[in-house]
């Protein structure tokens, strides 16, 4: 499967970008949920050198191991993506140690995924440690249609990664955290106030 979306900062609370995507016809397909994120790679960092990731992410009560290929970033991050469910997470975890997999970066977000009838993709919204996102998944003509719906340009696309906005949000933070989760730096909430 090929994934391709984008990501968009939000200025406002998390209720108000609910009410902006409930106005635009869309309505909660996934309700509000912890992600809790573990990326894993070789001690030379194999997988990041050749633009590729794998991560587990638990979710609720439900665990999946994703692999990421190589991206495609023009205006849309476009990527291979397998992912499926796990039973086991901790025994996941320990055979990925014993084939010389280390953890590496974690990240948490809560959640909301929403959908439109009919609709090719899903809007989510994202609360994170660094301030809110709203991510456009589906196909390119797809994400341009929903993203001028709801009041937003092309110009402010994001197709970087939570690890990589995380790694610019703490070269202007030193001190903070070296892995995005909540209870380690200021909530979103104060994050938009000291901005």
Request: aromatic fraction near 10%; glycine fraction near 8%; hydrophobic fraction near 35%.
């Amino acid at each position: 499967m090929i994934e391709t979306e984008i990501k968009i900062p939000f200025a406002g609370s998390a209720q108000e970008a609910r009410e902006l995507i409930e106005r635009h016809g869309f309505s909660v397909s996934e309700a509000r949920v912890l992600e809790s994120d573990q990326t894993f790679d070789r001690p030379g960092y194999e997988l990041r050198a050749a633009d590729q990731l794998l991560r587990l992410r638990r979710s609720g009560s439900r665990a999946m191991v994703t692999y990421k290929g190589p991206t495609n970033r023009e205006r849309y991050k476009s990527r291979e993506e397998i992912e499926f469910d796990v039973s086991d997470p901790a025994a996941f975890e320990l055979v990925l140690d014993r084939l010389g997999y280390q953890p590496r970066f974690r990240y948490e977000k809560y959640r909301t995924i929403f959908r439109e009838p009919g609709g090719q993709g899903v809007v989510t919204i994202d609360e994170t440690p660094i301030g809110i996102f709203l991510e456009l998944e589906g196909e390119a003509a797809w994400i341009d249609r929903v993203a001028a719906r709801l009041g937003f340009s092309t110009a402010e696309y994001c197709t970087a990664s939570y690890g990589a906005l995380y790694q610019e949000y703490l070269r202007a933070h030193e001190g903070a955290s070296t892995n995005m989760v909540f209870g380690t730096g200021p909530s979103p909430e104060k994050q938009r106030k000291d901005t």
